[in-house]
């Protein structure tokens, strides 16, 4: 089955620490993308990596980081920057470069903070 | 990044009605993508759109690209209560590399 996995599904964070959300994907896609999900909110763009080893920061990089060591893989990591970590995070891929941009979304990892 | 103005924000109806809601931008765009979000998951793409007028069906759900490039609409057919969930769409605009401007999304309430 192609798709794409989140994990874990709930995550803890306790102050001061940071923590490490996976996304892996076997679509063969190029373009990688992670988002943060608030109630009431629309989506909004954290990082995002439109090929290996490169990234770019979307509208709310703050307090996160990623890599992009592994076409299929995407980890994003919550650093205690992040003031207010406690969210929705999805991530998403998709073919990349393409006029007609479609993404494909894991099921989410839910972070709360201790 | 860009807001798309999704409306109504919510709406409780009847099963076995129809539903239609829309997405507005001030800008065009070259796709446009609607999206399901079942509480607790990630949302799941149902209908993709890639030139204007475009009008493609999957299964009860219709969706239409705008010929202005600036809108599109879903409508739901016949609802069923496993409807129930928030609906958003989601644009592409020409020159945003790999960027989706996202609609805040409507709350589907299905009353049996």
């Known amino acids: 089955d192609g798709g794409i996995t989140q994990s874990p599904k709930y995550l803890f964070r306790k102050e001061g620490q940071n923590v490490t959300l996976s996304c892996e994907q076997n679509?063969?896609?190029?373009?990688m993308y992670w988002y943060r999900q608030d109630p009431g909110q629309g989506l909004r763009l954290i990082y995002y990596?439109?090929?290996?080893?490169?990234?770019q920061k979307g509208d709310i990089a703050e307090g996160y980081s990623v890599s992009r060591e592994k076409k299929e893989s995407f980890p994003l990591t919550v650093t205690s920057a992040q003031k207010n970590p406690t969210a929705f995070y999805l991530c998403?891929?998709?073919?990349?470069?393409?006029?007609?941009?479609?993404?494909?979304f894991g099921p989410g990892t839910r972070l709360l903070v201790l | 990044g860009q807001q798309l103005n999704q409306s109504p924000q919510s709406m409780f109806i009847q099963e076995g009605e129809d539903v239609s809601m829309n997405c507005t931008s001030s800008?065009?765009?070259?796709?446009w993508l609607w999206y399901k979000q079942d509480p607790g998951e990630g949302p799941v793409l149902l209908i993709a759109?890639?030139?204007?007028?475009e009008l493609t069906s999957n299964g009860r759900l219709t969706a239409q690209f705008g010929i202005t490039r600036k809108d599109s609409f879903l409508n739901i057919s016949a609802s069923i209560p496993s409807d129930v969930g928030i609906y958003f769409c989601?644009?592409?605009?020409?020159?945003?590399?790999?960027?989706?401007?996202f609609g805040k999304g409507n709350q589907v309430v299905v009353i049996p």
């Open positions: 998403a891929s998709s073919i990349g470069r393409t006029l007609q941009e479609t993404q494909y």
């Open positions: 679509l063969n896609h190029d373009a």
């Open positions: 990596s439109q090929i290996v080893n490169d990234f």
């Open positions: 800008s065009i765009f070259n796709t």
């Open positions: 759109l890639y030139k204007a007028g």
């Open positions: 989601a644009g592409h605009r020409r020159g945003d590399v790999n960027r989706l401007a």
